[in-house]
């Protein structure tokens, strides 16, 4: 994907107009959050480490790696004490097997806005959390480091899968990151509010919606039996548009009639208005008018804020993901017995599911010892595919932590081309169980079943044509008379002609 200078020259600008006008308050999805150096160690942790970091080796593995490392991957202070308490319990193992590395906690929630000033002016920390939108973008500007070096080092580069590599490496295949955990997007379902509502089965589970019509519907006996809201849509920033594309593929936005699509000269087109296309935002629009089972606030509702209506019962769905389950549960109070994922309702044009995820990645001026030493980390909280007993004992302490601090433990959406490290994880994931695999077995059988096809975002400037899509859904939610097809018209041609000045 070609990306021009002009973009990051944009997102620049607005990063220091914002810091010239001074603090503004979180939007809810983390955008003004930039840092905590410092991370877990401004305020004391109560918990003790998890017992399983007992059975890691202390041993020291390199004495001669001398590098100091920021992980933006720590848990703020906000996080569970049993969160914080395994990163800490891991530093102190860290700090043993390698003991001329410096760790330095660095808490740093990614956005595209906020990372680019820090690593053009070098402030960046030495590993953060990028969603796969965002990788070749990086990579084609020189903000991330080529970690090649260190990835050969650790062993690891064999069992990177081809899409991982095509996504987080160059046209000269040097490789700029690696995955840590995919996703497949469902639903998320509040049980309470389905129990209230009289939709369990004689099994005592959820009879929870197979299509979109049933959201629509079983919605309507939410919003009517209980008065809550029965849907939360985050119709704000680029999530509305996020969430589109997947109900707009189940409406048919597939092939000939996919939203973007490439003419015989490979120039990109915006098909944003075709009948599927359309048809998906007639369906959302219905949600609003017809059915009425959208939350109030829909305009303003961030990926976090969703989370949050969920997990506090204001509302009883939420399209996401499978590593999300945290936030509805551990962090806003909702029971783990009271809480599902299902698998993303199916339209009139198929059933089909976003498969994305999130990767690790290192600012640019990284060096590979640096990058090793951060690997070293990785390995030691049992992110890398390794199986020895330190890793089981990681992966089993991660594990305790989630359980701890009251997330669900579930088997993870495979990041990694080895079956063995693939069954560990799914094996220490039922060892430490701490739900009733029935709420979620829909959910992680429609992953090896056949009854969904995966597809990956959309293939060009994806956060750009959310956001273009957003502002046609925030349009039809709020003006009952709009029209749909001049909201979507209107949303092509910009795109169209943002497209044409980026890449066509």
Known sequence: MKVYFRLISVILALSLLLVACGPAAPSGGGDTDTGNQGGGDSSEVTVAPPSELDDISTDVIDANLTATISLGNWPPDTAPDAERAFFEGAKAIMLQQYPNVTVVPAYFSYTLTNYVPMALGGTAPTLFQPPFTD???????????????ALEEFGILEKFSPSFIEMLGDENGRIFGLPRDGYVLGMHININLFEEAGLMTEDGLPDFPRTLQEVAEKGQIIREQTGKAALAFMASETQGGWIYTNIAWNFGAVGENALLIQDADGKWIANLTSEPAIAALEYIKSLRWEYDILNADATTTTWGSAHTLLGTGEVAMNFAADDAVDNPTAQNGLAVDKFAIIPFPAGPGGAYALRGGTCYMFAPNTTTDQAVA?????????????????IIAGMRAGAAASRERGSPVLPRTPAWNDEEFIAMQRSIAEEYSNVDMRLYDDFFNSLTDGSITFRAEEPVFAQELYRTITNAIQRVIT??????????ERARERFQEYLDDEIN
């Open 135 to 149: 990788p070749q973008l990086l990579i084609s500007q020189g903000l991330v480091a080529d970690v090649t070096d």
């Open 479 to 488: 003006n009952e008379d709009a029209d749909v097809f001049a909201a979507m």
């Open 374 to 390: 951060s690997l070293g980390f990785l390995r030691l909280i049992g992110m890398l595919p390794f199986l020895d007993d330190d």
